[in-house]
C-alpha cells in the first residue's frame, strides 16, 4: 500500500544505520524518504524510499564529503547492493595504501523495497534460519507480522512504471541530496556500474537534469564487467545505428505491452528466479552460515508448502530439478527424486550456486564438495557435448575449464559438507 499524506508527515527524510564493521572497513545502511509522484499505481510503502550501502574507512572522515573520492555504483538486473561487497573492499584499502580516503556508495533499486526481509533480518538477529522458514513458509507471525505469501506478476502493474528513467533518475536524486555542492560533486564524484548498472550509469552522463547534463555534475564514470554506454556505440561503431533507431519505438512497444499486462512484470514463471526459489535461496543462505554442518530438509518442507496453484508449483520443480538433478533422465522425470539427498546447510548453497555444481546464473566460486564419495553430474553436459567440433569454446565460457571437460560432481552421502 502507498504511504497516506498523515503517515508521510512522520517519515524521517533521511536515516543512517551501522550495519557492521570489519576491522577497516565500515558498513553504513542509509535511507531517504523520496515519494513518488501521487498519480504513480498504488504500490508498497517500501518503495517510497531510496537505499544505498555507504563502505568507508574506520579511519577515514565522519563526513562523507571530506572523503578524497565517493564512488556511486549501480548494480546490475539480478544484483543489489551487496553485489559490490568484494569490489568495495578492495578498491577502499588500496586506496588507503596510497594515502587516500575513498567511499563506495552500493545503490539499490527501488524495486527491492517491495522485499519481506522480515524474516531473514529477524532469522540474522536470533542466529537461527529456522526463524525465517516459519515465517515464509509455515505462517508464523513476526512481531505480529504475517508474510502476505509470493505474488505473480499480473499482482504486481507498478512494477511497469519502475523501470530505466527511474533508475537514473534516482541515482541523480541521491548525488544531489547527499552531495548538495556541486563543485565537490564535480571534484569527488564518479558514477559507474556493473552489467546493467553500466548503461545506467551511462544515460546519467548524457540525461538532462533541469538544463546540467549528468556528466557536468560528477568527476568521471567507472566501467567494470559492461561499459558506461550512452547510445548503444552508435556514435563510435556506425555499423550499431540502425539497431539504435529501431530501438526507440521498440521500447515504447515494449512498455505499453509491460503496462497493459501483456508482458510479465517480474520472473514469477521462470524456475531459476522465481520468488519461492529465490527466497529458498536466501534460507540456504541462512542454513549455510548458521547451521553449516546441520543435516537440512528445507526444501522437501518447502515443495510442499509453496503454493496450491499447479503452474507455480510446476516452475518451483522445474528449478529443483535443474539445481540438483545428476543425469538428464532424472531432471526430466524426477526420479531419482533429487530432493532425497541428505546435504548439511553448507553442501546444500555450494551444490545450488557453486561453480563448480550449480547451474543457476547466479553461481558463483564455493569451493569444493568434501565428506565423501562423489560422483560424476552430466546433467546439463553430457561427455559427447565435449566431443562436438567447435563446442568447446562455449561449453568453457560457460562452465570453466581449459582443454579438459571440469566434470560437475555432486555429493550422493548423507551429512556431506562444503567449505
Known amino acids: 500500500m502507498a504511504i497516506s499524506r498523515n503517515d508521510a508527515e512522520s ?31 498504488e504500490h508498497p510503502a517500501g518503495i517510497d524510499h531510496l537505499h544505498y550501502v555507504r563502505y568507508r574507512l574506520t579511519t577515514g572522515p565522519h563526513v562523507a564529503t571530506d572523503a578524497d573520492a565517493i ?73 505480529g507480522k504475517t508474510f502476505a505469501g509470493f505474488t505473480s506478476s ?30 565537490i560533486s564535480r571534484a569527488k564524484a564518479f558514477v559507474g556500474g556493473h552489467s546493467a548498472g553500466g548503461p545506467v550509469a551511462g544515460a546519467f552522463g548524457a540525461w538532462d537534469f533541469d538544463g546540467t547534463p549528468g556528466h557536468e555534475l560528477v568527476r568521471g564514470f567507472i566501467a567494470l564487467d ?6 548503444g556505440g552508435a556514435l563510435t561503431r556506425p555499423f550499431r545505428r540502425p539497431a539504435t533507431l529501431i530501438g526507440a519505438p521498440l521500447y515504447r512497444f515494449a512498455l505499453a505491452m509491460l503496462r497493459s499486462g501483456r508482458l510479465p512484470r517480474a520472473w514469477d514463471a521462470l524456475p531459476m528466479m522465481s ?4 527466497y529458498a535461496l536466501r534460507l540456504l543462505g541462512l542454513y549455510a552460515y548458521f547451521a553449516p554442518d546441520r543435516d537440512i530438509s528445507v526444501l522437501r518442507e518447502a515443495r510442499s508448502l509453496v503454493d496450491t496453484d499447479r503452474v507455480r508449483n ?39 550456486l557453486g561453480s563448480g555444481y550449480g547451474v543457476h546464473p547466479l553461481r558463483v566460486s564455493m569451493g569444493r564438495l568434501t ?41 550422493s552421502t548423507p551429512g556431506t559438507t562444503a567449505p
Not at 542509509?30 to 501521487?38: H, Q, V
Not at 499482482?155 to 547527499?178: C, I, K, W
Open 154 to 183: 499480473r499482482e504486481l502493474p507498478y512494477l511497469a512504471h519502475l523501470g530505466f528513467v527511474t533508475a537514473v533518475r534516482d541515482t541523480h536524486e541521491v548525488l544531489t541530496r547527499e552531495i548538495p555542492d556541486r563543485e
Open 371 to 411: 565428506g565423501g564419495p562423489v560422483r560424476k553430474r552430466t546433467f546439463p553436459v553430457p561427455p559427447v557435448a565435449w566431443r562436438i567440433p567447435g563446442a568447446g569454446f562455449a561449453l568453457r565460457a560457460l562452465w570453466g575449464g581449459r582443454w579438459k571437460p571440469p566434470w560437475i560432481r555432486i555429493c
Open 71 to 143: 564512488l556511486l555504483m549501480q548494480p546490475g538486473n539480478w544484483a543489489g547492493p551487496y553485489s559490490f561487497d568484494g569490489i568495495a573492499r578492495t578498491t577502499l584499502r588500496q586506496a588507503a595504501a596510497r594515502g587516500r580516503a575513498v567511499e563506495v556508495w552500493a545503490l539499490a533499486r527501488r524495486g527491492e523495497g517491495a522485499t519481506d526481509n522480515t524474516g531473514i533480518e529477524s532469522a540474522r538477529a536470533a542466529e537461527d534460519p529456522e526463524v525465517a522458514f516459519d515465517y515464509y513458509y509455515r505462517g508464523k507471525p513476526i512481531d
Open 226 to 231: 559492461s561499459g558506461v554506454i550512452v547510445d
Open 275 to 278: 520468488p519461492e526459489f529465490l
Open 314 to 352: 510446476l516452475v518451483w520443480e522445474i528449478a529443483i530439478r535443474v539445481s540438483l538433478a545428476q543425469t538428464w533422465r532424472q531432471a526430466l522425470t524426477g526420479r531419482p527424486d533429487p530432493l532425497q539427498r541428505r546435504l548439511t546447510g553448507a553442501a546444500a548453497m555450494g551444490t545450488i
Open 11 to 41: 517519515i524521517p527524510d533521511r536515516e543512517e544505520t551501522v550495519v557492521r564493521t570489519d576491522g577497516d572497513i565500515e558498513l553504513r545502511h542509509i535511507r531517504l524518504y523520496s515519494p513518488l509522484p501521487p498519480d504513480f499505481p
